[in-house]
């Protein structure tokens, strides 16, 4: 822990103070034009790939990168709301489902229920997430995306906003090895 203390530290003295400018213009409102969907995984960073500067892109990332079905109320984990608020407050112009190679999370729902006899939120997961077409682990990876998307269609408000044309939806798969990305959605 102190280690990663010490970063921070740095951090304040090095890239906050490169961009203190921009921070204070942060402080109080944020006008991000990209909402983007990510898997939890170590190995990913969508500002990094994007290139992005603090305050361009709004970011929800989870097991899989997965989408909630919409619903009104119960959703305990936040990830409908952060749908909800980027769409009708913060009215981000896209919203991107990034998949990626190698994804556990992926590869958890061909496993079988016994490899997560002592993972009980895991294996509802898995139970939740199960059906995805393919017979390789990127048709898996790559369908598990489209399924996102079609679930954000779901949402009255973006349905909406696709039919105006103010919002746009985006599948990207990126591979950890090359840095490639494809578009797949
Ligand atoms: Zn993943």
Redesign the pocket.
Known sequence: MDELLQRARRFRKEGFLERAELYRDLETSQQPHTMFIC?S?SRLDPARIVGSEPGEIFVVRNV??TVPEWAEGGDQTGDRAAIEFAVLVLRVARIVVMG?AG????AALSAPETDFADLPNLRAWCADQRGLEGSTPEEIEKANVHRQLDRLRGYPMIAERLTRGELALGGWYYTIATGEIVECG
């Not at 994804?103 to 992926?106: A, L, R």
């Open positions: 898997c995984d899989a990168n990626h994804c556990g999370g992926c």
